[in-house]
């Protein structure tokens, strides 16, 4: 049977490592600027609980678990009142590209990426500028669920206990 997981819970577990432009990689927060607090995941109107706040040019490299089926998400453009910023979103599954966006602004709906990872070892959520410059280009990768055979062992060498009971697993 297969389990969800949502990427940015288990962001230290995989060592999941990022590269940006600007800022620092939100973890279920927009983008954080330097000096400030991040704001809330946004794309459009809603607000996402989940998920990863990036900046271009740049790129999340996930190493996937054994036992991974599938990966999913909606991305968009970071919420701004300026509507600047412009990028490209690319999904790629052990270096070849699985997935390209249209070109994203301020104004585009969040786009539902759906990938299949059977046999995969990596994932990268890599963000591009567009060719005209990274201000504003801040995209949003959020609800990132990665899809994991119930079957597997989830994370190696990993124990997670809870005010000192038994781990959950190990």
Known sequence: ????????????ALGITST??????????GVVPPGRKPGPLR??????????GHHAKGEIV????????????????QWQ???????VLTVLVDGKERYRSPVLSVLSPAQKIEIDLR??????????????????DVPNWVDPILVLDGSVPRFKGMKLTLN????IWS
């Open 62 to 77: 996930v190493p996937l678990p054994a036992g991974a089926l599938s990966f999913r998400c909606l991305a968009g453009v």
């Open 119 to 136: 046999g995969a070892r990596q994932l990268i959520l890599r963000a591009s500028d567009n060719g005209d410059g990274i201000g504003c």
């Open 43 to 52: 794309i459009g109107e809603t607000v996402y609980k989940k998920g990863y």
């Open 164 to 167: 000192g009971t038994e781990p």
């Open 81 to 87: 009142e300026s509507k600047g910023g412009s990028v």
């Open 20 to 29: 940006q432009g600007w800022g620092k990689l939100g973890l279920d927060t």
């Open 1 to 12: 049977h297969a389990g969800e997981v949502y990427l940015t819970d288990c962001h230290d």
